[in-house]
Nanobody
């Protein structure tokens, strides 16, 4: 059983919004360890957003001000709210711990930003 399952990806026009969800099963993940990653075609997987040890959040420069990571502790779900989407945000998005656990990579969810 894959412990992390991503969902919410879709085809969206530039400037649009999406909310991705990451559902954890089988274990409770510490809020301080969870992160969102993405991998665009032909590129390496990159860290997009994560929670910090102080309880805050941090973002890559490419998404800062447009994406928001959040969590529902009761449901054990991590979210990524993505606003003002750009074509360069097109990628498969994954959640995992930070640093990532090789055994926890799920299938990801495809986000395509195109007119």
């Amino acid at each position: 059983q894959v412990p992390l399952v991503e969902s919410g990806g879709d085809l969206v026009q530039p400037g649009g919004s999406l909310r991705l969800s990451c559902a954890a099963s089988g274990r409770i993940f510490s809020i301080n360890t969870m992160a969102w990653y993405r991998q665009a075609p032909g590129k390496a997987r990159e860290l997009v957003a994560h929670f910090t040890s102080g309880g805050g959040t941090n973002y890559s420069d490419s998404v800062k001000g447009r994406f928001t990571i959040s969590r529902n502790n009761v449901l054990n779900v991590v979210y990524l709210q993505m606003d003002s989407l750009k074509p360069e945000d097109t990628a498969v998005y994954y959640c995992n711990e930070r640093p990532p656990n090789a055994f926890f990579w799920g299938r990801g969810t495809q986000v395509t930003v195109s007119s």
